[in-house]
């Protein structure tokens, strides 16, 4: 769980740049880009498709590499240049550190909920039982103690999305990242799964970057940032 008395920030990000050559030209997809989200804070990335709202996220989680700039998230030097790394040192980073929901659940169809949300135990290695009460913990908490033994393929898409954020919170990282997590789901469900996902990230203390086109899920978080051509433009 993030410490809210801490002065450092759990996302601090500046001056990041980061191109891609799709082989005919290079596209400059982030642009000077900087922000900072408190311990505890939930913050809103908003802007139109294409300004980098996705590319930022997949710095920021150890799945792209950034040109330039300065990246720290959850207290680990992301930042070019910075210490090399193995894949197993990012793997194990993200397993134990972040967090992740995507617009699509992503969940394993051969495992039920309650393997889906132990997943990321298995992987870091927590003890079996121990792993076993907080995946119950957490479904409960999301009002599916009943499907715990239900398959992706036999749960609606409010729920399968609701299985995926228990997943992200598995093993309690300080730092979640969102990418349009409700942007799948009819009005309905993406509320319920919005108001439970503010709920849970409240309750855990965790750190929040949500990316979404949604201004009313923008407007619930702590604070607002919109990105444009691949920089913060406003908050």
């Not at 601090?12 to 891609?20: E, G, I, L, N, Q």
């Not at 040109?67 to 070019?80: N, Q, T």
Request: proline content about 6%; overall charge negative; aromatic content about 4%.
């Amino acid at each position: 769980m993030t410490d809210p008395h801490s002065s450092q920030p759990a996302i601090h990000v500046r001056d990041v740049h980061k191109t891609y050559d799709d082989g005919a030209r290079r596209v400059e997809v982030l642009r000077g880009a900087g922000l900072d989200v408190a311990p505890g804070e939930m913050v809103a990335v908003v802007g139109p498709s294409g300004s980098g709202k996705s590319t930022l996220l997949h710095v920021l989680g150890a799945l792209d590499e950034a040109d330039s700039g300065r990246i720290v998230v959850a207290g680990e030097d992301l930042s070019p240049g910075s210490a090399p790394r193995d894949r197993k040192a990012l793997a194990r980073f993200r397993n134990q550190r972040l967090g992740f929901i995507f617009q699509f659940h992503r969940l394993l169809p051969d495992f039920d909920a309650l393997e889906n949300v132990i997943l990321p135990a298995r992987i870091g290695g927590l003890a079996p039982r121990e792993a076993f009460q907080r995946a119950r913990d957490l479904l409960h908490e999301v009002g599916l103690d009943e499907r715990l033994d239900h398959f992706p393929t036999q749960l609606s898409g409010g729920e399968r999305q609701r299985v995926a954020l228990c997943r992200a919170l598995m093993l309690e990282p300080p730092v979640l990242l969102a990418d349009e997590p409700t942007g799948n789901l009819d009005p309905e469900s993406a509320d319920r799964v919005f108001r439970l996902l503010l709920e849970l990230q409240r309750s855990h203390g965790t750190s929040t970057l949500l990316v979404t086109h949604n201004p009313q899920l923008a407007a619930a978080c702590d604070r607002s940032l919109r990105l444009e051509a691949g920089a913060v433009v406003a908050a």
